[in-house]
């Protein structure tokens, strides 16, 4: 059981500081811009269930979607049936700018993979599989 935990820590760290790492390739945007930004990827949402996905209080998404809007990045609209609420959607150059964020972030891995060797990538490939099996359980 020992050796469990210290695998299960030892994946933790490292996914952990790939992750950090890989957040870090976002031009001049802060990593929890690009994350709310991804999150409307999917379609119009509304800041409160936006802080919800994000997991962040309203007052901290209120500070994250002005700076959004005023980049014009995300669009931010009356709700249709609650003149209440706010939509927010992406823009079309919000959109360019997660394309070119993917591309920088998908950069950086390449130039970190471009050093192994071909049995290390083959590696990798299954280590990339089964960890995705592992998080989808």
């Known amino acids: 059981m020992d050796s469990l935990?210290?695998?299960a820590a030892d994946l933790r760290i490292a996914c952990q500081r790939v992750s950090r790492r890989v957040?870090?390739?976002?031009?001049?945007?802060?990593?929890?811009l690009v994350s709310a930004m991804a999150n409307l990827r999917h379609g119009p949402v509304t800041p409160g269930e936006l802080a919800e996905v994000e997991r962040i209080s309203a007052p901290s998404m209120t500070r994250t979607v002005n700076c959004l809007v005023d980049r014009g990045l995300v669009a931010r609209e009356d709700h249709p049936s609650d003149g209440r609420c706010k939509v927010l959607t992406l823009t079309a150059s919000g959109h360019d700018v997660l394309d070119e964020v993917a591309r920088a972030r998908n950069d950086w891995m390449v130039?970190?993979?471009e050093g192994l060797s071909v049995a290390e990538r083959l590696l990798l490939r299954e280590a990339a599989d089964l960890l995705n099996r592992v998080v989808a359980q």
């Open 5 to 7: 935990i210290a695998l």
């Open 23 to 32: 957040r870090f390739e976002s031009g001049d945007l802060a990593p929890h």
């Open 111 to 113: 130039h970190q993979l």
